[in-house]
């Protein structure tokens, strides 16, 4: 099998055995190539040990070379190289307790983790694929190498790791190692939880989001993600859902783009459904106040994830806004105060998860949600036109000017520029600076009576 490797892969390559070591590109760039997928990175393995490269090459940095990596540094471009290893025994389901340098390609190759990410390649010998990577290519499988249990015991993370590759190729996983993630999904909680969200994250913005159900029915959620296996035990007796809340989620990550925040706020847009949850006399299941309760659940779940804190805001005021104006009728005002609750930044991404929810729901009354939705972006594009005021920093007047007229700085003068920005979000023309200081003043002198 011929393949195309960027001419800086094949220099360091032939740098390498040029001085009689072996050397490779490996793992996932053959993977994508075959697949005629755009690598994101070159990875090369090479049975020279990490002071053997550097000696070969004039830049060089120590990224990892407690676990033989090193980067090469070519025109200022990185490429990671790492010696050909076998790791010790794992004691805590991440670890190896020591990493022993080798000389054979094959016993790098066997502590890999899926037999899709086990072959090397280059140009002398062409493709070596020692444990079938290619017909599981073929065959559209993500297949441990060797023994399941022994490839998930030795670092958990694989367990998810599976899943998400399920998702990004569209392929299904291999009976014996589902079996395996399935009794080894429990370990997933020696696993940071840095890393998982860097797994999670993969998965949700990939091909196939809907892929979050594998991790439910393989008993990882359960572990990782608890509140989603509660939403798939969730039922919705109403018209306006056909499916339970879980179902109906799977449904809205399909159907909005792949997007961090938009996927992640279509994961949890309903978390609070659970909770919130009541039924009356008919029989009719209710979930007042469950965007309310699902910020707060958010909240909680993506600090336990450690997302960062611009993820947390961004996310959280998503899954409280999410449904807002649905059954109202739509009008200027209503989309304008919409506007100054979750900001202009923000807004066009609310519009995304609403009509990605409308999609999930049920055929009932769709087209009057569709329309109620097309009402509020009509709104929105004409305020963005008119540049209309929907925030205290688009006020015509700032603190400064209301001293002037006497207001003293603090609570007051603060509470002032929000009665202000009242007045001009029900009525857009009055932002202009004579109106509002006029206005700033007849409410000192009614506050003075």
């Known amino acids: 099998m011929k393949m195309e490797i960027p001419e800086k892969v094949g220099r360091i390559i032939s740098t390498l055995k040029n001085h009689g070591y072996e050397a490779y590109a490996v793992g996932g760039c053959v ?46 471009e990185g490429f990671e190289v790492t010696t050909y290893r076998i790791d010790g025994e794992y004691e805590d389901s991440r670890h190896p307790k020591e990493v022993l340098f080798t000389r054979s390609l094959e016993e790098d190759l066997k502590r890999r983790d899926f037999t899709i990410n086990a072959m090397a390649y280059n140009e002398e010998e062409g493709l070596v694929d020692i444990f079938g990577g290619v017909e599981d290519l073929k065959n559209k499988l993500i297949r441990c190498v060797g023994e399941p249990k022994e490839r998930f015991s030795e670092d958990a993370l694989r367990i998810l790791r599976a899943v998400r590759f399920s998702a ?59 509140e989603f296996d509660r939403m798939m035990q969730t039922s919705q007796e109403t018209p306006y859902h056909d499916a339970n809340v879980g179902e109906h989620t799977l449904r809205v990550l399909r159907n909005v783009r792949a997007d961090k925040y938009l996927r992640l706020t279509a994961l949890l847009h309903d978390v609070g459904k659970p909770d919130a949850k009541t039924v009356d006399e008919k029989g009719i299941a209710h979930f007042k106040g469950h965007g309310e309760m699902g910020e707060v659940m958010a909240k909680k779940i993506l600090k336990r994830l450690k997302f960062d804190n611009d993820t947390l805001r961004k996310v959280c005021l998503l899954v409280r806004y999410h449904d807002y104006l649905y059954q109202d009728e739509i009008t200027a005002k209503k989309v304008r105060r919409a506007m100054n609750l979750i900001g202009k930044e923000m807004f066009p991404y609310y519009l995304e998860i609403r009509k990605a929810d409308i999609k999930g729901q049920s055929s009932y009354r769709r087209k009057e949600k569709e329309e109620n939705i097309k009402a509020v972006e009509m709104y929105y594009r004409r305020s963005l036109e008119n540049q209309e005021c929907v ?29 202000l920005l009242d007045e001009v979000i029900d009525e857009p023309e009055r932002n202009k600076k004579d109106i509002l200081l006029q206005k700033a003043r007849e409410y000192i002198k009614l506050e003075n009576q």
């Open 31 to 76: 993977r994508d190539t075959i697949l005629g997928r755009t690598p994101e990175d070159w990875d090369i393995t090479t049975s020279a040990t990490p002071d053997e490269t550097k000696a070969l090459f004039d830049k060089t940095v120590d990224t990892g070379i407690e676990h033989g990596t090193i980067t090469v540094l070519i025109d200022r």
């Open 391 to 419: 925030s205290i920093k688009e006020l015509a007047v700032r603190g400064k000017d209301l001293i002037s007229v006497g207001i003293s700085p603090g609570p007051r003068l603060g509470k002032i520029l929000e009665r």
């Open 168 to 226: 990004q190729l569209g392929f299904a996983i291999e009976e014996n190692t589902r079996a395996a993630i399935q009794v080894f999904a429990k370990t997933l909680q020696n696993i940071s939880a840095e890393r998982i969200q860097t797994e999670l994250v993969k998965l949700l913005v990939s091909s196939h989001p809907e892929k979050v159900k594998e991790l439910y029915k393989l008993g990882i959620t359960k572990i990782i993600l608890w």
